[in-house]
C-alpha cells in the first residue's frame, strides 16, 4: 500500500467532521460525524447509534462515499477531501479498543459515552488544494489499478 500523501493526512488531522454517503433501498442518504483519522488502517473512526438511517444502510450496504472540507468563502481557499470506502460497525473488543483510543484523544468528552463505533477503511481519497493552485488534485488508492 502506497502511503497517504501527507497534504492528505495533514487535512485530516486538521479537520474534525466528515459527510458520509449511503445507499438504502429508500435511496441516497447523508450524515455528518465527528472523527478521527487511524492512520495505521488508513480509516476513519466515529461513533453513531445502530438506530440511524446511516447505520442501518451501512450494515446492508458497507460501500460508502464522503468528503472532509471546510466552508471557505473565496474559491482560491478551497481545500476537502473526497474519499470512498467501506464501514463497518467494530466489534473485535482489541480493535474497538484501539480505535476508540484514538477518538477519544481527539475528543476526550466523549470518554464516557457508550456508542457503537464505526470505521470507514479507505480505499480511494482525492485531496482538492486550491491554496497551491486552482484545481490542484493530490491521489491516493489503497490497491493499484
Known sequence: MEPVPAAIADLLADHHVLSLAVHDAQGPWASSAFF???????????????????????????????????????????????????ARRVEDPGEASRVLALYHERFPETRGIASPVWVVTLDEMKLTDNRVKFGAKTHWRRAAG
Open 36 to 86: 478521527a483519522y487511524d492512520p495505521r488502517g488508513v480509516a476513519l473512526v466515529f461513533l453513531g447509534s445502530l438506530d440511524t438511517r446511516h447505520a442501518r444502510a451501512i450494515q446492508a450496504h458497507p460501500q460508502v462515499a464522503g468528503c472532509v472540507a471546510g466552508q471557505p468563502r473565496e474559491i482560491s481557499q478551497i481545500l476537502g477531501l473526497q474519499f470512498s470506502g467501506i
